[in-house]
């Protein structure tokens, strides 16, 4: 069973203000240089998945604020890959790409698990992101194999969006 201890008394929205104010002053500094902010969802954290994302983007609406879209920690949250980067849009400064199996095993190769890498790149495609795709995988015991064989399925995708497939 899972189970958390959250402190008491509990004041969500003092929490959710305070994280708030927290991120624009950390905007803010990063804007002064020239940055933009990236902020990564995990599970079970203040700004954990998509809808999180906009209601944060709702208190913060500077362009400057985005996100970074981790394939596997929205699959973790049940979000299906392709609707939250539509969601998402333009916010998303960066993706690391791993997919998951849905049950146990969230650091597999692209292609290795049950998110359609089609679709998904497909919605990164159409709403205009053209940053990097940073490959994660974890405890491989020949990861150069792994990670040459990801990165030409994942080639192989952007080929055939890029052709209209």
């Known amino acids: ?98 997919d998951g199996d849905g049950l146990v095993n969230y650091g597999l190769p692209p292609g290795y698990g049950v998110i359609d890498w089609h679709d998904f790149i497909g919605a990164l495609h159409s709403v205009g992101y053209s940053g990097f795709l940073t490959l994660e995988m974890t405890r491989y015991a020949k990861p150069e194999h792994y990670i040459k064989e990801a990165k030409l399925y994942l080639e192989r995708i952007i080929q055939d969006i890029m052709e209209g497939k």
């Open 1 to 98: 069973k899972m189970s958390m201890q959250l402190p008491q008394p509990f004041d969500w929205d003092a929490i959710w203000q305070n994280y708030m104010d927290v991120l624009r002053r950390c905007l803010g500094i990063v804007q002064a240089r020239g940055m933009k902010l990236a902020v990564e969802g995990h599970a079970h954290v203040i700004v954990s998945n998509s809808d999180a994302m906009l209601r944060m983007f709702d208190y913060i609406p500077s362009p400057d604020m985005g996100v970074t879209y981790d394939t596997a920690w929205h699959l973790i949250q049940r979000e299906y890959a392709a609707l939250a980067a539509k969601k998402l849009g333009k916010r998303i400064l960066s993706v690391h790409v791993r």
